[in-house]
């Protein structure tokens, strides 16, 4: 196996790895998705499953970032 074939193995690895490109630390990727820090924590460590509804709300807050995104790119405010 390479470096550049690791995948993540699950939906935990996956968040991890999204929070750490977007940044921000478990308490304000927690914010920003409407959930409890604890909560987050939990499913980062694999010690909660991984809810239809923490995907939603994920998918939603990235929604959002694209829509912001694009503003700013755009120079509309």
Do not use: H, T, W
Request: contains cysteine; charged residues 30%.
């Amino acid at each position: 196996m390479k470096f550049n074939e690791i995948q993540p193995l699950n939906d935990s690895e996956k968040l991890i790895i999204l929070r750490k490109r977007l940044a921000l630390s478990q308490f304000q990727f927690a914010k920003e998705l409407g959930i409890s820090p604890s909560y987050l924590g939990q499913v980062e460590r694999g010690d909660c499953s991984f809810s239809p509804f923490l995907k939603d709300r994920i998918n939603d807050f990235l929604e959002r970032e694209k829509e912001l995104y694009e503003k700013n790119l755009l120079g509309n405010s």
